[in-house]
């Protein structure tokens, strides 16, 4: 049995839930959980806010955890490797999407936390390609929001090809903003964080940010150009 963390119906609390989750399919990886985030995205499920929740509804889609059994058509994964588990948990893996790297895409995609079981849990179970193997030593609690505010923001600096010469803006200090400023000052942009206030203005600096425009203060911007962002 599973032993999970589990809602019966909309605005239910979190109580004890237990599943048994039957064989390990073929492509199937079994994960043991070492560490989960909290995304508003479960609230949104276990509220049903979207029409889309199956209960029971079992959260967790910042799952970070180590293999612990694999099917016998599983690859790419080994026993006691640590891998990490974001919104999604399987897809068909022969269509267009799957096989040009928008897997996240496949209309057969299935949301690790809709209609399958997800991490707030002691283990659960993914299709092969969807357990993404991490490197050792990765702090767990810090590496969760990855699998989900992480990628949210490095998509962008991806599919637009931000070089690191360009000069990026990052508007709002959040769970989302604070990520896409560490990545873009790591890629080595020169970053500007827009923040609301003068606490999140320190956070934007400490975050690494080489200038910050502070609304608070009534500074004034103006987009000089396509892509970068120029503060007077
Ligand atoms: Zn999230
Ligand atoms: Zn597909």
Redesign the pocket.
């Known amino acids: 049995m599973i032993k999970a963390w589990g809602v019966k119906g909309p605005k239910q609390p979190l109580e004890p839930y237990e599943y048994a989750p039957g064989p390990l399919g073929a492509e199937e990886v079994e994960i043991a959980v070492e560490s989960c985030g909290i995304c508003h995205s479960d609230l949104s499920i276990i509220n049903n806010e979207w029409g889309i929740s199956t209960y029971p509804v079992v959260p967790g889609r910042e799952v970070i955890g180590r293999v612990v059994a694999i099917g016998p058509q599983a690859k790419g994964v080994t026993v006691g490797q640590p891998v990490g588990v974001g919104w999604g948990a399987a897809?068909?893996?022969?269509?267009h999407?799957?096989l040009s790297g928008d897997?996240n895409l496949?209309?057969?995609?299935v949301p690790t936390i809709v209609g399958h079981k997800g991490g707030f849990a002691d283990r659960l179970r993914v299709q092969w390609p969807w357990a993404i193997p991490l490197p050792e030593g990765l702090n767990k609690a810090d590496a969760g929001p990855l699998l989900c505010g992480g990628t949210t923001v490095f998509g962008p600096l991806l599919v637009f090809g931000v070089k690191p010469t360009d000069r990026v803006g990052v508007v709002g200090i959040g769970g989302l903003g604070h990520l896409a400023l560490k990545f873009a000052k790591a890629w080595g942009c020169e970053v500007t964080g827009f923040a609301s206030t003068d606490a999140k203005a320190d956070e934007a600096r400490s975050f690494g940010a080489h200038h910050v425009v502070n609304r608070e203060r009534k500074a004034t911007f103006v987009i000089s150009r396509a892509r970068s962002i120029s503060c007077l």
């Open positions: 897809s068909c893996m022969h269509c999407q799957c897997q496949c209309t057969q995609n």
